[in-house]
């Protein structure tokens, strides 16, 4: 949404549209975002080990966040490609769930935000995880995929607040 609580995307006919960055300045834009993949201790356990019948499933779903990341202009119609200047991609375990927490970071100096990036990432290392593993838990579930945080731009900073 804009400032003024209109839907960008959304011109003045009700059509979707790109929006134009043209006039906007150049700016250090980050964006963080998270997801979960919950699934049962003995999976966790294969893929802690090294175990998993398709091979490395954090290292894989490392790399597919990433090469996401740079592909989401090509997966979310109206988004604008970019030259990100840097991804990363953090999976860890969450003993909690149990299962894998994954965390994804975007950056790049540019006219227009990378909030999509970093959630294209999430989700497809999620993916990624469920693929590597669901020969053994088809009941894995990824949940919770959300914006942590992201700062540049006009509209200023985001940081989640968590109750």
Known sequence: MS???KLTHIDASGEAHMIDVGDKA????VA??????KMKPETLALIREGNAKKGDVIGTARLAGIMAAKQTASLIPLCHPLMLTKVAVDITEDSALPGLRVEAMAKLTG??????EALTAVSVACLTIYDMAKAADKAMEIINIRLVEKSGGKSGDFRREEP
């Open 32 to 37: 963080i975002a998270e997801g979960f993949v």
């Open 26 to 29: 150049d700016t250090v834009r």
């Open 3 to 5: 400032g003024d609580g």
């Open 111 to 116: 006219k227009t935000g990378v909030e999509m």
